[in-house]
Nanobody, 125 residues
Framework: QVQLVESGGGLVQAGGSLRLSCAAS????????MGWFRQAPGKEREFVTD????????SYSDSVKDRFTISRYNANNTMYLQMSSLKPEDTAVYYC??????????????????WGQGTQVTVSS
């Protein structure tokens, strides 16, 4: 099992920045990819970004590309999401997630094995 704990959410004005963290514990050696998803009220959970845990390669959704940056620090099993130029439409609960294998559907939340509890990000206009 892998346990994931997010932190760093909050309220910020449009154009501002926030950094989210996700600390992984347990069988972290089994992690293949970690990612961030978000879910706004009344909407489905959507892919934001992910990072290959060993190689560090990353991918982003078009909606956050060039504004968000994902990173990881393997020594303490922590992943980060630096969010800049935030917009009201970025308002959502942000979840970190981990999967233990490769997949042909990397944007599909159902491919992920472990999830954090979520942290609220609210961007005011």
């Amino acid at each position: 099992q892998v346990q994931l704990v997010e932190s760093g959410g909050g309220l910020v004005q449009a154009g501002g920045s926030l950094r989210l963290s996700c600390a992984a514990s347990g069988r972290t050696f089994s992690i293949y990819v970690m990612g961030w998803f978000r879910q706004a009220p009344g909407k489905e959970r959507e892919f934001v970004t992910d990072i290959n845990w060993s190689r560090g390669s990353t991918s982003y959704s078009d909606s956050v590309k060039d504004r968000f940056t994902i990173s990881r620090y393997n020594a303490n099993n922590t992943m980060y999401l630096q969010m800049s130029s935030l917009k009201p439409e970025d308002t959502a609960v942000y979840y970190c997630a981990a999967r233990t294998r490769a997949t042909a559907r990397p944007l599909d939340a159902r491919m992920y094995d472990y999830w954090g509890q979520g942290t609220q990000v609210t961007v005011s206009s």
